[in-house]
């Protein structure tokens, strides 16, 4: 059975745009791998566990980092809750606690 990959709302979407074109691109590039081959294709180091259901895909791009967090719901489905680019070296806890409620409306 294969990977579905989306984002939650139009909010998710409106922040993947906020994105640099080429962060985009790197973002779009790992659904479409996680969709055809799942995500032992991914590249090493692209995935990281946060805590609990929250995980972390790992953009990097010219112009610095981002992530993408998401959460895996039943069916094989990858929901990205939250995007934002990166500008300390841990995870701001006001964006873990932002993905933690919107990854209830996903699950």
């Known amino acids: 059975m294969r990977w579905s990959f989306q984002t939650l709302n139009a909010l998710v979407d409106t922040e993947v745009r906020a994105l640099p074109p ?13 969709e055809q081959s799942g995500f032992q294709a991914l590249p090493r180091d692209s995935v990281k566990h946060l805590e609990g259901k929250l995980w972390e895909l790992r953009i990097t791009g010219r112009d610095g980092i981002s992530r993408a967090i998401y959460v895996t719901a039943a069916g094989r489905r990858v929901v990205v809750v939250r995007v934002f680019i990166k500008k300390t070296q841990k995870t701001p806890p006001r964006e873990l606690e932002l993905a933690r409620q919107r990854a209830k409306e996903a699950l």
């Open 22 to 34: 080429d962060m985009q691109a790197r973002f779009l590039r790992f659904g479409d791998i996680i």
